[in-house]
C-alpha cells in the first residue's frame, strides 16, 4: 500500500488543494486525473480497486490520463471500465531512454 500523510502534502494544502486518503476519493473530488505509478500491479489496484479505486470513483465526463508504463491489456481494462461510468481515459506511453 502507497501511504500518503498529511505532513507530506501540507505546502499543497496550504496553496488549496484537499487532502484525501483513497484513489476513490480523489476521482470523486477530481474532473481530470493524471496517474503515473511504479509498476502494473500498483497500476490495477489504484485504479480498479473495488472499494477505493479510482474508477469506483470516477464520474461521468471525467478524464483519466494514465501515463503508468504498464501492459496494454490493463490499459484496455482501464479503459473499458472508465467507459462503462461515462469517463474518458487516455494512456500516454512514456519511454525513458
Not at 25 to 44: F, H, L, T
Not at 78 to 84: G, V
Amino acid at each position: 500500500m502507497i501511504k500518503i500523510t498529511i505532513c507530506i502534502t501540507k505546502p499543497l494544502i496550504d496553496l488549496g488543494a484537499k487532502f484525501v486518503e483513497t484513489p476513490r476519493e480523489v476521482a470523486q473530488n477530481s474532473d481530470v486525473i493524471i496517474c503515473i505509478v511504479g509498476y502494473p500491479k500498483d497500476e490495477r489496484r489504484v485504479m480498479l480497486g473495488e472499494k477505493d479505486g479510482v474508477i469506483s470513483g470516477i464520474g461521468k465526463g471525467s478524464v483519466i490520463i494514465d501515463m503508468t508504463t504498464s501492459e496494454p491489456s490493463l490499459a484496455r481494462e482501464i479503459s473499458e471500465k472508465a467507459a462503462e461510468k461515462g469517463a474518458i481515459y487516455i494512456y500516454i506511453y512514456i519511454r525513458l531512454s
